[in-house]
T-cell receptor
Framework: AQKITQTQPGMFVQEKEAVTLDCTYD???????LFWYKQPSSGEMIFLIY????DQQNATEGRYSLNFQKARKSANLVISASQLGDSAMYFC??????????????WGAGTKLIIKP | NAGVTQTPKFQVLKTGQSMTLQCAQD?????MSWYRQDPGMGLRLIHY???????DQGEVPNGYNVSRSTTEDFPLRLLSAAPSQTSVYFC?????????????FGSGTRLTVV
């Protein structure tokens, strides 16, 4: 079974609108971390935001916020006031376990976001 | 500039050839890792290291070797290249394996095996 599912292969959004990119995950470990990365056409991977399973509040970083619904096992990325420079691939990833017991990030297949002017 | 440096950016190999992908970081990060990215898939972990002299296998280690003689460098060796190893390779590092502050990625190496 897929551990990280991103159901939207591609999205078109009008500039300045808010965007929600979906991510659902599957784990039986009570301790885990969720990450979102951006990959522009230039190819580099850019870290956006992190949510820990025990974090009391949803993570926010500037225009990025994470809609974390633990019971539903979803961690959707919200981008407010989208800009043309937000056009990129977006990846959701998960690390299971606490401490130094597990080093592997499990990645979704990504969502290609295109912002229209 | 501080960060993760990968070389080369592009490489074409013939089946059976060997080569080493270089990765260096100047942030004194203990944790380093190699991922491969294939079309339509997320990244998959090949090997990782939690410090100099310590390496371990990830999800897809076959056909690859690593070593970590210094904190800064983490080269990835392809022993006998196969077309299935055509991919984009990323090196990533983090101060801690938990990576709460995210992993810093290199710019990638696009490898084609013919």
């Amino acid at each position: 079974a897929q551990k990280i599912t991103q159901t939207q292969p591609g999205m078109f959004v009008q500039e300045k609108e808010a965007v929600t990119l979906d991510c659902t995950y599957d784990t039986s470990d009570p301790s885990y971390g969720l990450f979102w990365y951006k990959q522009p056409s230039s190819g580099e991977m850019i870290f956006l935001i992190y949510q820990g399973s025990y974090d009391q509040q949803n993570a926010t970083e500037g225009r990025y916020s994470l809609n974390f619904q633990k019971a539903r096992k979803s961690a959707n990325l919200v981008i407010s006031a989208s800009q043309l420079g937000d056009s990129a691939m977006y990846f959701c990833a998960m690390r299971e376990g606490a401490g130094d017991s597990n080093y592997q990030l499990i990645w979704g297949a990504g969502t290609k976001l295109i912002i229209k002017p | 500039n501080a960060g993760v440096t990968q070389t080369p950016k592009f490489q074409v190999l013939k089946t059976g050839q060997s080569m080493t992908l270089q990765c260096a970081q100047d942030m004194n990060h203990e944790y380093m890792s190699w991922y491969r990215q294939d079309p339509g898939m997320g990244l998959r972990l090949i090997h990782y290291s939690v410090g100099a002299g310590i390496t371990d296998q990830g999800e897809v280690p076959n056909g690859y070797n690593v070593s970590r003689s210094t904190t800064e460098d983490f080269p990835l060796r392809l022993l006998s290249a196969a077309p299935s190893q055509t991919s984009v390779y990323f090196c990533a590092s983090s101060r801690q394996p938990q990576g709460r502050n995210g992993y810093t990625f290199g710019s990638g190496t696009r490898l084609t095996v013919v």
